[in-house]
């Protein structure tokens, strides 16, 4: 099966979506990556890396991530997107992250809804997401998409619940 790519510039009321480029890692990507509790670190050139790798991959598969900014400011709030992760190109996972300062605004539903209509343009029929068993939040952005829940699964690291929507 092939599939249109995914769109590389997305609009909502109060975001714009671009893909996530290796100067973001200075701009507040690194930043992002901080606030985080697993303890990833990571140099500013390896983050920048990591992100150059993203684009080629994206290059290749048709599926990436976004950077969202605040239409009003251009200020970045975080990032949303597609990735295989623990499940496949035909039906990948939905991923987004923000930085703590833009938490509670409804801003990771309005972006993530806006990639999930993307998806279901590249002529997917399913998107997964994998959540830690804690994460109140991502689980009400996740109902708030009319993702349900399917099964529990784990790694060498955690555990993670499997959450499946349907695309029209
Ligand atoms: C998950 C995350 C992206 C949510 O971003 P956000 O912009 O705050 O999300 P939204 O505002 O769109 O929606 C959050 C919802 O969770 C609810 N919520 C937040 N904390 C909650 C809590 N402790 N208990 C119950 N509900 C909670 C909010 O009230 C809101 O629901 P509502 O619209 O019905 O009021 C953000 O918390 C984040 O970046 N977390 C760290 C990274 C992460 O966990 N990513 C997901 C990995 S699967």
Do not use: C
Request: proline share 5%; no cysteine.
């Amino acid at each position: 099966m092939t599939y249109r790519p995914l769109a590389s510039e997305l609009e909502t009321e109060r975001l714009s979506l671009r893909p996530l480029v290796p100067a973001d890692a200075a701009e507040w990507h690194l930043e992002l990556l901080g606030e985080r509790e697993d303890g990833t670190t990571r140099t500013l050139d390896e983050d920048r890396r990591l992100l150059a790798d993203l684009l080629a991959s994206e290059a290749a598969n048709g599926i990436g991530f976004r950077t969202i900014r605040r239409r009003s400011d251009g200020e970045p709030l975080g990032y949303t997107g597609l990735l295989i992760g623990r499940a496949s190109l035909d039906e990948p996972e939905l991923a987004y992250e923000l930085l703590r300062r833009h938490h509670g605004q409804g801003y990771a539903t309005e972006a993530a809804r806006a990639v999930v209509d993307a998806a279901a343009a590249t002529g997917r029929t399913r998107l997964w997401s994998t959540v830690g068993p804690w994460n109140t939040p991502s689980f009400r952005v996740l109902e708030k998409l009319g993702f349900r829940r399917d099964r529990v699964g784990a790694d060498e690291r955690s555990e993670f619940v499997y959450l499946v929507r349907d695309l029209p």
